[in-house]
């Protein structure tokens, strides 16, 4: 079973940054597309970036230039670099590791951002 474990939330002040972190074991990392999700209150949840196994990215277009994901196969991570932050970026954030074959979509229990002055 998957698991995935994100740290790194919490509370940060408009135009500040944070740096979210996703530790995944019981899974052959490398070959997995990871990605960071998140859900405000009362929304659904929305892709933010993800990263495929080959290194490509892709990001949302609302925090495009402000966000960058990256990933360390060697330590079985993969973060999120939080930039100018705004408060429309409060959300619980969710790390989710997906592969097609076979099909595995797991998800991590999620981490708090919250911006606020």
């Known amino acids: 079973q998957v698991q995935l474990v994100e740290s790194g939330g919490g509370l940060v002040q408009p135009g500040g940054s944070l740096r979210l972190s996703c530790a995944a074991s019981?899974?052959?990392?490398?070959?997995?597309?990871m990605g960071w999700y998140r859900q405000a209150p009362g929304k659904q949840r929305e892709l933010v970036a993800t990263i495929t196994s080959n290194g490509r990215t892709n990001d949302a277009d609302s925090v495009k230039g402000r966000f960058s994901i990256s990933r360390d196969n060697a330590k079985n991570t993969v973060y999120l670099q939080m930039n100018s932050l705004k408060p429309e970026d409060t959300a619980i954030y969710y790390c989710?590791?997906?592969?097609?074959?076979?099909?595995?979509?797991?998800w991590g229990q999620g981490t708090q951002v919250t911006v606020s002055s």
């Open positions: 019981r899974i052959s990392f490398s070959i997995y597309d």
């Open positions: 989710n590791a997906r592969r097609l074959a076979p099909w595995v979509d797991a």
